[in-house]
């Protein structure tokens, strides 16, 4: 019987390399206009080239520009003035660059600082919306909640409509700050579900399940009833990305409960009031 053969030895130097990462094209425009205010030649109150003239001197899409100079305006770095196009807002240099390297460091693709905040932004507009949904917000949520049902039951994991409902309910809390951030953190969380597949088609009943707790207890004008049940869909969609850490780890149980108080009741049905769905 011949020896085994041996692991041939991998060379030294390999240890000392790393994986090398490709820099985002909006965020390497970040960076650049984070530079030029650096040296100063890029100053508060000063008006940005327009999107297609930045996109011809960075080489890239204007995609890639607008997509920089949102997530700059979404802060409030940038200002976009009638008449005056874009401009740097009136902050000191330091501040500037320090929001500017603020907004860089930010990781979209971190599903669970995502996942953490979404929970802690979406319970409470959840609770808003059954305190504060007007006629015309439920009617939006309803239809939005309806949608996904209808393209979840072909199989379809209807991110688009997921959306949609999640953003109809953030609207239904009628506070603008609110919906804005959920309106910024929510749409990377789907497309990382998509990219993820954590919404099976076996799940996808049990995510339109989730969805009526939550819709039921805002029609119901139950605020801590929503809560729960917006918690409990938070949570679960954590878990489908962090099932196999979060069962040696237990960092899924933590992440709720030090967000959620409530959340061990999210995991019992919420009683509805009489008249709600």
Do not use: W
Not at 203 to 231: K, Q
């Amino acid at each position: 019987m011949a020896p085994p053969a041996a692991t041939p030895r991998r060379p030294p130097i390999l240890a000392s390399l790393s994986a090398i990462e490709v820099e985002r094209p909006a965020d390497a425009i970040l960076r650049q206009l984070r530079d030029l205010v650096g040296i100063g030649a890029l100053k508060p109150g000063d008006r940005l080239p327009a999107e297609r003239e930045l996109a011809a001197q960075f080489g890239v899409g204007r995609s890639h520009v607008r997509e920089a100079l949102l997530r700059l305006e979404f802060y409030g770095i940038l200002q976009t003035l009638p008449q005056s196009g874009t401009v740097v807002s009136r902050l000191g240099v330091a501040a500037l660059e320090g929001m500017i390297s603020n907004v860089l460091s930010l990781d979209r693709d971190d599903i669970s600082a995502l996942s953490e905040t979404r929970m802690a932004l979406e319970v409470e507009t959840a609770r808003r919306a059954a305190e504060r949904a007007t006629p015309a917000d439920l009617r939006s949520i309803r239809s939005a909640e309806q949608a996904f049902r209808e393209r979840a039951s072909a199989g379809d994991p209807a991110l688009q409509e997921d959306l949609a409902l999640h953003l109809a309910i953030a609207q239904a809390a009628h506070n603008a700050v609110l919906a804005s951030l959920v309106g910024l953190i929510t749409p990377d969380i789907l497309r990382l579900n998509g990219e993820h597949k954590t919404c099976s088609r076996a799940r996808l009943p049990v995510v339109a399940d989730e969805h009526h707790r939550v819709v039921a207890a805002i029609e119901a004008r139950d605020p801590d009833a929503a809560a729960r049940a917006m918690a409990e869909h938070a949570r679960m969609s954590h878990d489908q990305h962090f099932k196999p850490a979060a069962a040696k780890s237990g960092r899924s149980a933590r992440t709720a409960l030090a967000l959620d108080p409530e959340s061990a009741a999210a995991r019992t049905p919420a009683r509805e009031r009489p008249g709600g769905r």
